[in-house]
């Protein structure tokens, strides 16, 4: 918190005080928060489905990608400290784009004088509509995957040395209902995308009607690019084209 002398303040020889917050506070701070963290969870999403794709390329060559994520930075960096240091970077972004999150969506509320009187002619897209929900799924489904394809806890074959058989047991065809619900789950993260990413663009593009179509066109492929990307893998096993 900054203390200020208002000095324009109607005063009679007198200095007013004033409260202001820290920059990083301040909407505009908490918003390049939202953007800084949706950046660099983006970025892993792409890698990640990236690395998902190996499966196509078989059994060993997915395996060895799997070790491999273990050895990043070494000697440098002794065995496994990247994946931690990846970890961490992942935690703290998820953390405070909830937060930040959170904040704004609170401050939008309470500066409201009056509810809306008619709510459903200024509720937005659909996309718009549903962030916070979808951000509570993502969160509930990343949870269930890291225990699922992590740490093996919830997979039926739940082999740390063979993530190729974990993913195969995972969808195999008598499962469908864990692909069924990491479909709903991707989903949810292509909406969630797509609005992060449209707002990014928009802030970040030229503010006419024809930047916002380029946004809105560029959130939409970087959306739906990593929803088939990420459902190619379970419904390739469920399909019996990797197994
Ligand atoms: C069908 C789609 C997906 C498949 C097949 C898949 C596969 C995997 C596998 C095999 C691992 C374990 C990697 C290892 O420890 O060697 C993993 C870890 C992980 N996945 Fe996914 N994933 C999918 C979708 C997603 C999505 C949509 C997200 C995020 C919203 C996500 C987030 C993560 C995270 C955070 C980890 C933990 C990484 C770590 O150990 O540090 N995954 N995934």
């Known amino acids: 918190m900054h203390w200020t002398t208002d000095r324009s303040a109607p005063s009679v020889g007198l200095v007013v005080i004033t409260r202001t917050r820290s920059p990083i506070r301040s909407n505009v701070g908490l918003k390049a928060v939202m953007a800084v963290t949706g950046i660099l969870l983006v970025l892993f999403l792409i890698v990640h489905m990236l690395g998902n ?63 809306y009187a008619h709510r459903k002619k200024v509720r937005g897209s659909y996309a718009a509509r ?24 919830l997979n039926p074959q739940g082999d740390a040395s063979n993530p190729y058989g974990n993913v195969v047991a995972d969808f195999a065809p008598e499962r469908w209902y864990v692909t069924l619900f990491y479909t709903l789950a991707i989903v949810t993260v292509g909406f969630h995308l797509r609005h992060g990413a449209f707002s990014a663009f928009r802030s970040l593009g030229q503010q006419t009607p024809r930047g916002e179509r380029r946004a809105r066109a560029g959130a939409l492929v970087l959306a739906v690019g990593l929803c088939a990307g990420y459902l190619a893998v379970p419904f390739a096993v469920l399909t019996g084209l990797v197994s």
Do not use: C, N
């Open 53 to 115: 794709l190996k499966i196509f390329t078989g059994e060993t060559s997915f395996d060895h990608y799997a070790h491999w994520l273990r050895d990043i930075g070494t000697p440098l960096l002794p065995h496994t400290w990247y994946l931690w240091i990846q970890r961490t970077v992942l935690t703290v972004a998820v953390v405070a784009h909830i937060v930040a999150a959170t904040v704004l969506a609170r401050r939008a509320r309470a500066a409201r004088p009056v509810k």
């Open 130 to 153: 549903t962030m916070r929900w979808g951000g509570v799924i993502i969160l509930l489904f990343v949870i269930y995957h890291i225990l699922d394809l992590t740490t093996g806890h």
